[in-house]
C-alpha cells in the first residue's frame, strides 16, 4: 500500500521569501503524485501533478514541484511567495490500479508574514 | 459548467443521532470519492464509489455507510453520531473509475458538528 509524509505540518515565511514544502512517499509500484492546495474556508482544488516525463513539474500560482524517484520525493516550491499564497497544502499519491485511491498527506499549513 | 455540490454546508446534530451529506459531481464525472477532514487530522479517505458500486472503503466503522445514485449523485451517512465525527466533509469527483491521471475536483464541503 501507498503512503504519504508531509514531514512539516506549519511553515512559516516572511513575505517575498522563497519556500519549500516536503512530501515523502512509499509505494512499491509506480506512483502518480500531486499537490492540492486548500484555501479558508474552500474546498481543495489542484496544483500540479506528476505523472511521467520531465521529473520537474509547473503549476498555477507559480509553485512547481520535482519529482525524485531514488529519494520518493515530491517537494513543492515557489521562490518568491505572496500572503495570498496562505493556505493549507496536501500532497498526495495514487497508483495505477482499478482499485486504487488517492491517498493524501497530513497537510502543511503555508502561514505567510508581512 | 457546475462544480462539485454538496449540501448542507452546515449541519448540527447531537450525538446519537444520524447524519446524511449529499454531494453531486460534476456532470459526466462517474467517480465520487468522500473525505473527513477532521482539525489537525488532514485528509482521511472514507469510501469512494463508481458506477454505482462502492469500490473501496478508509478504516472506518461501518456506521459510515453510503450509496451512489443512477445519476451519480452521492449520500454519505453516519449513524449513532459521536463527538469525534465532528469535521468537514468533503467530496471529490472524477471522470474515470480512478484518480489515475486526471484531477479529482472537490466540493466545498459539509461541515458537520456534533454536540
Known amino acids: 500500500a501507498q503512503s504519504v509524509t508531509q514531514l512539516d505540518s506549519q511553515v512559516p515565511v516572511f513575505e517575498e521569501a522563497p519556500v519549500e514544502l516536503r512530501c515523502n512517499y512509499s509505494?512499491?509500484?509506480?506512483?502518480?503524485l500531486f499537490w492540492y492546495v486548500q484555501y479558508p474556508n474552500q474546498g481543495l482544488q489542484l496544483l500540479l501533478k506528476?505523472?511521467?516525463?520531465?521529473?520537474l513539474v509547473k503549476g498555477i500560482n507559480g509553485f512547481e514541484a520535482e519529482f525524485n524517484k531514488s529519494q520518493t520525493s515530491f517537494h513543492l516550491r515557489k521562490p518568491s511567495v505572496h500572503i495570498s499564497d496562505t493556505a493549507e497544502y496536501f500532497c498526495?499519491?495514487?497508483?495505477?490500479?482499478?482499485?486504487?485511491?488517492?491517498?493524501f498527506g497530513s497537510g502543511t499549513r503555508l502561514s505567510i508574514r508581512p | 459548467e457546475a462544480g462539485v455540490t454538496q449540501s448542507p454546508t452546515h449541519l448540527i446534530k447531537t450525538r446519537g443521532q444520524q447524519a446524511t451529506l449529499r454531494c453531486s459531481p460534476i456532470?459526466?464525472?462517474?467517480?465520487v470519492y468522500w473525505y473527513q477532514q477532521a482539525l489537525g487530522l488532514g485528509l482521511q479517505f472514507l469510501l469512494w464509489?463508481?458506477?454505482?458500486?462502492?469500490?473501496n472503503r478508509g478504516n472506518f466503522p461501518p456506521r459510515f455507510s453510503g450509496r451512489q445514485f443512477p445519476n451519480y449523485s452521492s449520500e454519505l451517512n453516519v449513524n449513532a453520531l459521536e463527538l469525534e465525527d465532528s469535521a468537514l466533509y468533503l467530496c471529490?469527483?472524477?471522470?474515470?473509475?480512478?484518480?489515475?491521471?486526471?484531477?479529482?475536483?472537490f466540493g466545498q464541503g459539509t461541515r458537520l458538528t456534533v454536540v
Open positions: 498526495a499519491v495514487t497508483t495505477y490500479s482499478s482499485a486504487s485511491k488517492i491517498i
Open positions: 509505494s512499491s509500484v509506480s506512483v502518480y
Open positions: 506528476y505523472l511521467s516525463g520531465s521529473t
Open positions: 456532470s459526466g464525472h462517474t467517480s
Open positions: 464509489y463508481d458506477e454505482g458500486e462502492e469500490r
Open positions: 471529490a469527483s472524477h471522470v474515470e473509475g480512478g484518480l489515475m491521471n486526471t484531477e479529482a475536483f
